[in-house]
């Protein structure tokens, strides 16, 4: 007696479905007329589960040529008996497609009357099938109208850059540092008419897109810890995704371990679009945050993401592999045909301890890359700043952080410490004093700022650039120089000038040095550092004159590139109300141009009256 089989059930199921097909592929039709002419033809696993796959499937049409390897070229060449490799394929319907492969009716030739069938393998495919070009309308005037009382309007670039968000579901925003990639995210976003909209950020700019968001929209909300809430912008950081997704392979690590609760914030909000900062972040697969965002946007449906970048792809393919992975490209669909192809990826074995052999990767190399950016062409829009016409040669911009409880405790007894002096003082009490107390405030925030400047300096090397940074105090810069080590010099008081200038020509010739450190008024003003194009002030002076004088030690003659100037803030402290006094008072040029320097009174008087008043 014969045992009946999954098999045999499968492929019954398969014959059922046929004899009542009346769909319009061309594959199943053949296959049922092959099966009503002849009872007992045998189909193959493959004919059996496409058939299953795809009765109720109707081929999509697409009518749109489509380039091809000039591997799938040779193949068709061959298979087909004609005498041109082709390169391109005019592809009608696709019929159906799995994982790896499109099936699809068309044409190889101009003159070929009677279309064909044809399997393509998507990794031999150069144009997504799917993809095409939508003109897109958008009314900029009112967001111009927005932006002109901050003296800002939208550039080509950004415009260019905002119809490409909205003309993709899943795609790369890849400007340079500096370009905007912030406010063109936000203003696609509005355009999009998405409800719900998920901002995934390093905590240090976290503060920075709520103020951006600001600008054109009230509701939007900082994500913190372990309380979650949620409004039209609802901001994460990278670091806290965990205790608001957990990706289910992951709740139990080892079998002995108490099976961890699923957290289901993120995907019970319901957001319709995820926007993800610095999106090189997830370059790493197995890293936490690249598993769960790979995991909401893979396995739970939220279809729209945009990822922003400076740096998709660096010298190392591989980096981009997870991004495209997210994106649902199908290049991403075979990790080791990536590996092979585009990172000139080798296998190999090596020994273990036990004797044992285990096979590992090399995927370090690269390889195709023409052909990779022909393959990714519409997924990522690329712009560099020497490709940029319209925007300006320096770009200042404040970038705002929030003190932690720990910090704003440290910060109020200074404070109070200040406010109590002044008030012991007040009849003898001098500007001087006040100065050298409020000096105690600006050098807390100073070294505060470290952990902030330090990711930003690292954003800025991984993009191949060079980076100075300015300080006020011995502490701050000794602080930064012991973390990047020999990768930078240093430039203060105690050096003598042939030391400060050995500083100065390494920074500038050395391809090794790639951090300039330098206390504002010692490296401030008669030095050229054109060898970098971002300049981060860790802290800044009272006196605009001297921050401009800093800034343009990199923004002078012999520099090729525009410069990207940022200052560091944070929220409702002594170097905001700093910031906000250097731009606001009448005699200091907006752009923290100029040499006049605000006399002692002035500053005492703006400075303590508003942070009295901030804190009454």
């Known amino acids: 007696m014969k045992l009946i089989t999954l098999e045999d059930i499968l492929g019954n199921n398969a014959l059922n479905l046929l004899e009542k097909y009346d769909g319009l592929n061309p594959y199943i039709k053949r296959l049922k007329k092959e099966y009503l002419e002849n009872n007992n033809v045998k189909f193959t696993d493959t004919q059996i589960k496409y058939i299953t796959d795809n009765h109720e499937k109707e081929p999509i049409l697409i009518n749109r040529l489509i380039r091809i390897t000039p591997y799938l070229g040779a193949e068709l060449q061959k298979q087909n008996d004609i005498k041109f490799l082709p390169e391109k394929i005019l592809v009608e319907y696709i ?57 800002k309007k939208l550039y080509e670039h950004q415009e260019e850059s905002v119809k490409f968000l909205l003309s993709r579901d899943a795609s790369i925003l890849a400007l340079d540092m500096g370009l905007g990639k912030t406010v063109c995210s936000i203003i696609a976003a509005l355009e999009s008419g998405a409800k719900n909209i998920l901002v995934v950020c390093p905590s240090s700019v976290k503060i920075n897109w709520k103020r951006e968001i600001n600008v054109f929209c009230d509701d939007v909300t900082i994500v913190d810890g372990r309380k979650w809430n949620q409004a039209k912008f609802t ?4 670091d806290i995704l965990k205790n608001f997704h957990t990706v289910e392979e ?77 994106l649902k490209a199908p290049l991403a ?50 712009k560099l700043k020497t490709e940029v016409l319209d925007m300006p040669d320096k770009i200042v911009t404040p970038v705002y952080h929030e003190l932690s409880p720990k910090g704003w405790n440290e910060y109020n007894k200074l404070w109070d410490e200040y406010l109590e002096k002044r008030l012991e003082q007040k009849k003898r009490g001098t500007v001087q004093r006040d100065l050298v107390e409020l000096i105690l ?32 105090f ?21 050096m003598s000038d042939k030391e400060k200038q050995r500083s100065v020509d390494s920074f500038q010739n050395n391809d090794k040095t790639n951090v300039f450190i330098g ?46 100037v940022y200052y560091q803030l944070f929220e409702d402290t002594i170097s905001t109300r700093m910031w906000e006094t250097l731009i606001n008072k009448k005699d200091v040029i907006a752009t923290i141009m100029g040499d006049k320097k605000l006399s002692d009174e002035e500053i005492i008087e703006i400075m303590t009256d508003k942070l009295i008043e901030n804190n009454e």
């Open 95 to 151: 019929l159906a497609e799995n994982d790896k492969t499109y099936h699809v009716s068309g044409k190889l030739k101009q003159n070929q009357k009677v279309s064909k069938m044809y399997w393509l393998p998507k990794t031999q495919v150069m144009d997504d099938p799917y993809f095409e070009e939508i003109n897109i309308e958008v009314d900029f005037s009112k967001y111009n109208d927005i932006l002109a009382p901050y003296k």
């Open 235 to 238: 901001i994460i950081n990278y």
């Open 441 to 472: 405030l600006r050098k807390f925030i100073a070294m505060e700022a470290i952990p902030e400047t330090i990711e930003m300096v690292n954003n800025a090397l991984e993009m191949g650039k060079k980076v100075i940074i300015f300080t006020n």
């Open 250 to 326: 992951k709740k139990k690590k080892e079998p002995t371990e108490p099976v961890v609760e699923l957290n289901r914030d993120i995907v019970n909000s319901n957001f319709d679009l995820i926007i993800v900062d610095e999106a090189h972040y997830l370059k790493n697969n197995k890293s936490i945050r690249g598993e769960i965002i790979a995991d909401l946007v893979l396995n739970f449906g939220i279809n729209k993401v945009w990822l922003l970048t400076g740096t998709p792809i660096s010298n190392r393919p591989m980096d981009f592999f997870n991004l495209l992975r997210i």
């Open 474 to 494: 011995t502490e701050e810069l000794l602080k930064l120089s012991e973390h990047f080590k020999k990768t930078c010099v240093l430039h203060y008081g105690p």
């Open 333 to 382: 669909q075979n990790w080791q045909y990536f590996a092979v192809r585009y990172c000139d990826g080798k296998k190999m074995f090596r020994t273990l301890k036990n004797g044992l052999k285990k096979q590992i990767w090399l995927t370090d190399g690269a390889s195709n890359l023409d052909e990779l950016a022909a393959k990714t062409k519409n997924l990522i829009l690329r």
């Open 519 to 564: 206390n504002i008024i010692s490296a401030g003003v008669g030095i050229t550092l054109t060898k970098a194009s971002v300049v981060i002030f860790n802290s800044f002076s009272w006196v605009p004159g001297i921050n401009e004088q800093g800034e343009d030690r990199s923004f002078r003659i012999g520099q090729n590139e525009n410069v990207n």
